[in-house]
């Protein structure tokens, strides 16, 4: 069974410039996360979605980030501009009911670096 | 809200000898998932162990083990015979069923396993 899959791994840009993330969840997997971490520090929720909808996007920085799950499956966050503080690893993750709960499966991460 | 509170940012051990991790959480609910994770470096998250609140028995999972102490809001990891490949960054979370697939994470533990 393939895992969560997340392109590209790393990406170099200019600050100021658009970034886009995209996300691939384990098939079935009906729930599907984006968190930011930083270095040395725990996954930071930044939007949740149950299919197609944002259930949960109050950490989300609205006015440079977006997001959008289309077809409840695949899923890709943008950001745009890009500031120096932006630079992190931006984790996407999915999970399904299994036994009664939800257990969830992590993608490797798009490291961003913002010069 | 949930807090998830890791009070270890660094710890060493020796190959083969025994280590704790310590995790504490705040709740006002009685039903919920604790989780420990584990991120190599520059590899991805995965699961180590999940303890289901409603059970009593600590889980186990080969070398890990949980001490879990509901009362006390307490959730420890034990790694016996520790090995090079445990060398990681390790994360406790918590998942209510309350609020769904809402998870929460502390901010880590890096361990090194010293040979």
């Known amino acids: 069974e393939a895992g969560v899959v997340q392109s590209p791994r790393y990406k170099i840009i200019e600050k100021k410039q658009p970034v886009a993330f995209w996300c691939n969840p384990i098939?079935?997997?009906?729930?599907l996360y984006w968190y930011l971490q930083n270095l040395g520090q725990g996954p930071e929720l930044l939007i949740r979605?149950?299919?197609?909808?944002?259930?949960?996007d109050s950490q989300l920085p609205k006015d440079r980030f977006s997001a959008e799950r289309l077809k409840g499956v695949d899923s890709t966050l943008k950001i745009q501009p890009a500031e120096l503080g932006d630079s992190a690893v931006y984790l996407c993750?999915?999970?399904?009911?299994?036994?009664?709960?939800?257990?969830?499966?992590f993608g490797p991460g798009t490291r961003l670096t913002v010069l | 809200a949930q807090t998830v509170t890791q009070s270890q940012p660094e710890m060493s051990v020796q190959e083969a000898e025994t280590v704790t991790l310590s995790c504490t959480y705040d709740?006002?609910?009685?039903?919920?998932?604790l989780f420990w994770y584990k991120q190599p470096p520059s590899r991805q998250m995965i699961l180590v162990i999940r303890q289901e609140a409603y059970k009593q028995q600590n889980a186990t999972e080969n070398r890990f083990s949980v001490n879990f102490q509901k009362a006390a809001k307490s959730f420890s990891l034990k790694i016996s015979d520790s090995q090079l490949g445990d060398t990681a960054m390790y994360f406790c979370a918590f998942m209510s069923r309350v609020t769904g697939n809402q998870f929460y994470f502390g901010t880590g533990t890096s361990l090194t396993v010293i040979p």
């Open positions: 098939s079935g997997h009906n729930t």
């Open positions: 993750a999915s999970s399904g009911s299994v036994e009664g709960y939800n257990e969830q499966f």
């Open positions: 709740t006002s609910e009685n039903n919920y998932y």
């Open positions: 979605y149950e299919n197609e909808e944002a259930v949960d």
